[in-house]
């Protein structure tokens, strides 16, 4: 039996159950789905994750289980991948149909999809073969909706067999061959337009247009259906509320193929495949957590799952760089790049340019700290990204739109390799705003603030700032009442704080003076 990790441990699967059976009735009349709606709150989640997977293959049931069992999904799908060795062909052809409508609900799964797609023999000549003419639909649109939603299998897969299935008997698998062409070649709108017409007529055209926009809607609400109000939310035992940001546990074998790590609940790609090799937190720099660490921490992998450009911005000493480097730590993305900006820099820095050698009539090509991190498929961090001139930030829009960098001094594009992420700060001056002399926010937003998703790193409250300070000097633990207490009057004195700040802060200065009289007597 397969030994199903901390993750499903929090989760109620019983409810999980019952909200899939209100999506499709017809589940609840199911043999092997009968005894665990018996066993309501006692359900096995080892039992429940094997019939589960079984249902994923469902091309009906697989977009409903994905949602209702979202928290669980990788313990579901560890199931579904040991098993895949034992699928019959006309099984293998509703995996890869089922791995495609997966990634429509949890794009963050991309790390463990993206092999399953690679291989041109099992997926596209598979395709080319089949003549059951639903399946062959399905797996063709599968194949069209990987091309969009994994743009690494651009470069995987050749055109040679899409165009032997433009010939294929079947109106619908043509179509959708032509736009998988189209995606491949980089063709326009006419031009698609003008190689369909070679295989389809206008009014085949227009049928398969039509029951490819059914299929669409189909999906969208089911998509819609995960932002529809849960009366019965999974419940986290008391006590267990804060969970350790760890490794997802499993089998072995499914260590060694997922490689996330649960952060503060969300399942991020790490980049080793071996749990036990995450490094531990240097003596004197561990992160203290605190609810507004957590909440950031949150945030931030919120944005790293969907492998989104993050921009963190917040005030000096508000814990940005604390962030990053806790991110990179539990990820295992230690050798990340690190990239300090200031309005002296230009592109070439970043990209690279050509030096000279010791010999003075030869130059060669050194790239630049974004075009290794880009090649290498390793995290970039700028920090103070608001103190980048224009040209820096015109760099920075092909990648963050496209995740190809634009190098106009070799007349090359890089594509981004696997594991690149860009984390970016910016330095907001304290009590000022946006603008000061840590620059203005409102540029970098202006140019690239539809790419990134910012996250806003409020400083510590007085609180959380005595909570810090104890876990890291536990033996100032006595004397840190007093320290805050005079800080505060100080920035106050300072005029560091503005008035909205001051009256904020007053219920956590009486509390502070409160600690340190009581700490006094």
């Not at 895949?84 to 790390?111: D, F, G, K, M």
Request: with cysteine; aromatic share 6%; glycine share 6%.
């Amino acid at each position: 039996m397969k030994h199903i990790g901390e993750s499903a441990s929090f989760f109620r699967w019983d409810v999980g159950l019952t909200r899939l059976c209100q999506r499709l009735p017809d589940l609840a009349q199911q043999s092997d789905f009968q005894p665990l709606l018996a066993q309501q709150a006692a359900v096995d989640p080892s039992v429940s994750a094997e019939v589960l997977a079984h249902y994923l293959l469902q091309p009906l049931a697989t977009l409903a289980v994905a949602d209702c069992f979202r928290p669980v999904l990788l313990e579901i799908l560890n199931c579904l991948l040991d098993k895949q060795n034992e699928y019959t062909a006309t099984n293998a052809v509703r995996y890869y149909i089922a791995v495609e409508q997966i990634l429509e609900v949890a794009p963050h799964l991309e790390r463990i999809m993206l092999p399953y797609f690679t291989g041109t023999q099992t997926v596209l000549q598979q395709l080319s073969q089949l003549d059951e003419p639903e399946q062959a639909i399905l797996m063709a649109r599968a194949v069209w909706r990987s091309l969009q939603l994994l743009p690494a299998l651009k470069t995987c897969w050749s055109c040679s067999l899409l165009y032997s299935i433009m010939l294929h008997k079947i109106p619908e698998v043509r179509w959708y061959a032509v736009h998988c062409v189209a995606i491949m070649t980089k063709l326009d709108d006419d031009s698609r337009q003008q190689l369909a017409l070679q295989v389809l007529t206008k009014s085949e055209q227009m049928e398969c247009f039509m029951q490819e926009r059914k299929r669409s809607l189909c999906v969208k609400v089911q998509q819609a259906a995960m932002w529809l109000p849960k009366v019965n939310q999974p419940l986290v035992p008391e006590g267990q509320q804060q969970r350790q940001n760890r490794p997802l546990q499993g089998s072995d074998n499914a260590q060694q193929r997922t490689g996330y790590v649960n952060i503060s609940g969300i399942a991020l790609p790490c980049k080793t495949l071996d749990p036990s090799s995450i490094l531990a937190a240097p003596a004197g720099h561990s992160l203290i957590y605190t609810a507004a660490v957590d909440d950031n921490l949150k945030a931030a992998a919120l944005a790293l799952c969907q492998t989104r450009p993050l921009l963190l911005e917040g005030p000096p000493g508000c814990g940005k760089t604390a962030l990053v480097e806790e991110l990179a730590r539990l990820t295992s993305n230690v050798d990340m790049v690190r990239v300090h900006v200031d309005d002296q820099m230009d592109s070439k820095s970043l990209l690279g340019a050509y030096v000279c050698t010791s010999n003075p009539e030869e130059f060669v090509w050194q790239p630049g700290p974004l075009t290794q991190a880009v090649a290498q498929g390793k995290w970039l961090v700028i920090e103070d990204l608001n103190l980048a001139p224009p040209e820096v930030l015109a760099a920075l829009v092909p990648l963050l739109g496209s995740r190809q960098l634009h190098l106009p001094q070799r007349a090359q594009v890089i594509n981004a390799a696997p594991g690149f992420q860009l984390l970016a700060s910016i330095t907001t001056a304290p009590g000022v705003g946006s603008v000061g002399a840590y620059g203005s926010s409102q540029a970098v937003k202006e140019v690239l603030g539809s790419l990134l998703s910012a996250v806003t790193v409020a400083p510590p409250t007085d609180q959380e700032q005595l909570l810090i300070i104890q876990g890291l000097f536990p033996d100032l633990a006595c004397l840190l009442p007093c320290a805050m207490a005079v800080l505060h009057l100080v920035r106050r004195a300072a005029g560091q704080l503005t008035q909205q700040q001051s009256i904020s802060e007053e219920g956590g200065v009486a509390w502070v003076v409160s600690s340190a009289l009581a700490a006094g007597g």
